[in-house]
């Protein structure tokens, strides 16, 4: 009666590793996406707004040499 509780105990043990992890990695990855999109929402942006991608450029290193 002893070995089949351990034995038990010790499955329902590893099924809920194994669910917190799954948990762990799916919040990650869903925050991961978030900030992709985010990312390419502003860099969208930035495009639309700076009339297109060369003079996106144009101006980012305008801003970083501090011209």
Not at 14 to 20: G, L, R, S
Not at 29 to 52: C, N, R
């Amino acid at each position: 009666m002893t070995a089949a509780t351990t034995k038990t105990r010790v499955q329902a043990n590893v099924n809920t590793q194994a669910e917190i992890s799954r948990g762990a990695i799916i919040s990650l990855a869903s925050a991961g996406a978030v900030v992709g999109i985010w990312a390419f929402a502003s860099l969208a942006t930035a495009m639309v707004m700076t009339g297109g991608p060369i003079a996106l450029t144009k101006a980012w290193f305008g801003a970083v040499m501090g011209i």
